[in-house]
């Protein structure tokens, strides 16, 4: 089981990114994909979850409205778009997967909760 983020860099406040989790070793459909980040010093913290069995997303309170999560079966990959990126946006990103269908029901956004983790991908948003 692999996990491979992409798509990070440095970018202006205000602007955007994609963010990929290529998968490999298993596949989506029986497992939920979980988005992560981490910043210096500070706990990690989960942002949005996509099921397995039939791709619901949720949501932190904190970026609802700016990220959009999204898979692609067909290529084994989950996105996270990032609109409207702020400083605080900056951290590591980290995609981690588990082997259950749903987010709902399950403790999506605490890292406890999932077996496989990325390596983590930068994003430095400048003001």
């Known amino acids: 089981v692999q996990l491979v983020e992409s798509g990070g860099g440095l970018v202006q406040a205000g602007g955007s990114l994609r963010l990929s989790c290529a998968a490999s070793?298993?596949?989506?459909?029986?497992?939920?994909i979980g988005w992560f980040r981490q910043a210096p010093g500070k706990p990690r913290e989960g942002l949005s979850c996509?099921?397995?069995?039939?791709?619901?997303?949720y949501y932190a309170d904190s970026v609802k409205g700016r990220f959009t999560i999204s898979k692609d079966n067909a290529k084994n990959t989950v996105f996270l778009q990032i609109e409207g990126l702020k400083p605080e946006d900056t951290a590591v990103y980290y995609c981690?997967?588990?082997?259950?269908?749903?987010?709902?029901?399950?403790?999506?956004?605490?890292?406890?909760?999932?077996?496989?983790w990325g390596q983590g991908t930068q994003v430095t948003v400048s003001s």
């Open positions: 996509i099921s397995g069995n039939d791709g619901s997303s």
């Open positions: 981690a997967a588990e082997r259950t269908y749903y987010c709902s029901g399950y403790g999506w956004w605490a890292p406890s909760e999932y077996h496989y």
């Open positions: 070793g298993f596949t989506l459909d029986v497992h939920v």
